[in-house]
């Protein structure tokens, strides 16, 4: 078997290329910048030969050239998914409609018409000066009613639109926020309440931005409006869409090994209450998503899967999803664009919106006009009203009724089609391994304590995947035994950025392939709303307060030799 035109036995090898240093490990016999062709499937200093393989053998694509996030893993190749695959992809790709086929069923509120817009190149969305739902756009509006002041990073999502917020609807109807009124501002950072300086200690300099979001109250079609909740503010941040490579390889990771990772932080570090009990030192309910509305389903190893089965949360910043088949993916191909399937054949809208909808003279006017439309019903005003209320009012859309009987719009080989894409979806290997940089920048990430977050190693299991009913008796990409280099402990950590993140708590990003995203996407933009502008300022924004998990780490890589901090850079962009 090969690995993108590399054989496999290569990654046996463990003969160092050159003499090391005994105390750095840093292969002193390359001191230039060498093509690393020759060593790629080597140990090269304090590099072992399998980590030019993050996605081990089954999930690595040898091309590190412009299109690479796109490539397929070896298993697709292997288990004979590469059609499947390619259709899935072109799922992901093509702009949804309200009624062309194989790509139909928009709206009629959405988020975007197209995957591909939110993920540029297969990537990280992009930073954005507005906000327009439109390609390279990967933002995602969070709108909530902060629990401690107009500052404040947490509090419940308002009622009144999506958790994902829809800026998008087919007409007649108006997009529940109209983002023509949507003002992103980049306000820079003048000192950090930390206090460390921003100019390191040799001179150099840095610089932080961060956005701060505002929305009006005539932005919102939606009654009531959110502004109108009894003595609560309203709060906006942004989130840029997360990085969709090896997606499936994270997947293939024990439950026990992260429980592992969990007992072992939880020593020294106070983890999320909601998701890790500390005095049981086990996951506490809230770790758990259960799965007892999609059916039996089944596991990877044909074995049944019952109703009611729980697996451990691992995907979105949020942790708010635990399998892939139901991640965030699974999830945004039904959210995202609107378009329903039979697992769940209901829209994705609020109640505040419909009755917005249903009482708007012009949406009524627009109705009537047209006989064919579904929400015509007998034709008069009260007939049109009702109509709309009832097709868009989530609570009474999500089964059959009197108004209608849903067909689904993505059929069940159309889903199964674009999982078998974002579970086959390989990282690229890594680069530069053989450069003395980045054998120093290895060396300092591990000394100044950022692996303790920022695992480099894995080992998947059996890969006893779950699958939803509706594709249970097929197979997707499997990952079975295979050692990874993500750079995640799976865990969720605070950092208190100002504007920061919903909610506080974010999962540790996966480091592995991000250095070629410029290459891929045209921007290195990273961090949840792409406030960073480099692997620099993404790292010192870990030690803008000292209330930041990663404060003490950050503190260390501001007292390193200009050297030394540009070696860890030279790291993290080769990994």
């Not at 105390?23 to 030019?52: C, L, M």
């Not at 059916?295 to 190893?301: I, K």
Request: net charge negative.
């Amino acid at each position: 078997m090969k690995i993108k035109g590399i054989s496999t036995a290569l990654i046996g090898l463990t003969v160092a290329v050159g003499c090391s240093d005994g105390n750095s490990g840093i292969n002193e016999s390359v001191k230039t910048r060498e093509p690393d062709a020759k060593y790629v499937g080597q140990a090269v200093g304090n590099f072992s030969a399998d980590e030019w393989y993050p996605g081990g053998q089954l999930g690595t694509t040898d091309n590190v050239t412009a299109g690479c996030y796109e490539d397929e893993t070896p298993s697709v190749e292997i288990q004979g998914l590469t059609t499947a695959f390619n259709l899935g992809e072109a799922a992901f790709e093509r702009k949804y409609t309200t009624s062309t086929a194989p790509f139909k069923g928009l709206g009629p509120a959405y988020v975007r018409s197209s995957c591909l817009d939110c993920h540029p190149g297969y990537g990280h969305g992009k930073r954005q000066s507005q906000y327009r739902a439109e390609f390279g756009n990967g933002y995602l509006l969070v709108v909530y009613h902060p629990v401690d002041g107009q500052n404040s990073d947490d509090g419940p999502y308002v009622a009144e639109v999506t958790g994902m917020p829809q800026t998008k609807a087919s007409r007649p109807f108006l997009p529940p926020i109209d983002e023509e009124q949507i003002e992103i501002k980049w306000l820079s950072v003048s000192e950090m309440p930390s206090g460390l300086p921003m100019t390191f200690p040799d001179g150099e300099e840095y610089s932080l931005i961060y956005p701060e979001v505002t929305i009006p109250r005539s932005a919102f079609n939606t009654n009531p409006n959110p502004y109108d909740t009894e003595n609560q503010a309203v709060a906006f941040r942004l989130e840029s869409t997360i990085g969709i490579i090896g997606s499936g390889l994270l997947d293939a990771i024990p439950e026990d090994s992260i429980r592992e990772q969990y007992r072992k932080e939880a020593l020294h570090a106070d983890l999320n209450p909601a998701f890790w009990d500390k005095d049981a030192n086990d996951f506490a309910a809230g770790a758990w998503y259960g799965y007892e509305r999609l059916g039996e389903g089944r596991y990877a190893d044909g074995s049944a899967a019952s109703v009611g089965t729980k697996l451990l949360k691992r995907f979105t910043y949020a942790m708010t999803r635990a399998t892939l088949q139901d991640g965030a993916g699974a999830n945004a191909i039904w959210n995202i664009t609107n378009v329903s399937r039979s697992d769940r054949p209901y829209l994705y809208t609020t109640k505040a919106w419909a009755k917005a909808m249903s009482e708007n003279a012009q949406v009524i006017a627009a109705i009537k006009a047209d006989p064919t439309s579904p929400y015509y019903a007998d034709g008069t005003d009260n007939g049109v009203k009702q109509a709309v209320l009832n097709l868009l009012d989530p609570n009474t859309n999500q089964f059959d009724n009197e108004w209608h009987n849903f067909t689904p719009e993505m059929s069940d080989d159309q889903y199964y089609n674009f999982m078998v894409w974002h579970r086959g979806l390989s990282i690229p290997r890594a680069r530069d391994l053989n450069r003395s940089e980045v054998q120093l920048g290895k060396e300092v990430f591990n000394r100044i304590g950022c692996a303790s977050c920022h695992r480099a190693k894995w080992t998947t299991g059996d890969d006893n995947y779950w699958k939803p009913a509706v594709y249970a008796d097929k197979e997707l990409p499997r990952y079975q035994n295979q050692t990874i280099y993500p750079y995640t402990d799976m865990i969720q950590h605070r950092l208190y950025m100002k504007n920061g993140i919903h909610g506080s708590w974010c999962r540790t990003t996966p480091l592995w392939g991000r250095g070629l995203s410029r290459l891929n996407t045209g921007a290195d933009d990273r961090l949840h709303d792409c406030r960073a502008r480099n692997v620099l300022e993404a790292i010192m924004w870990h030690g803008y307060s000292r209330e930041s998990d990663a404060y003490w780490c950050t503190e260390k890589f501001y007292n390193l030799s200009k050297e030394e901090r540009d070696a860890v850079v030279e790291f993290i962009n080769s990994i």
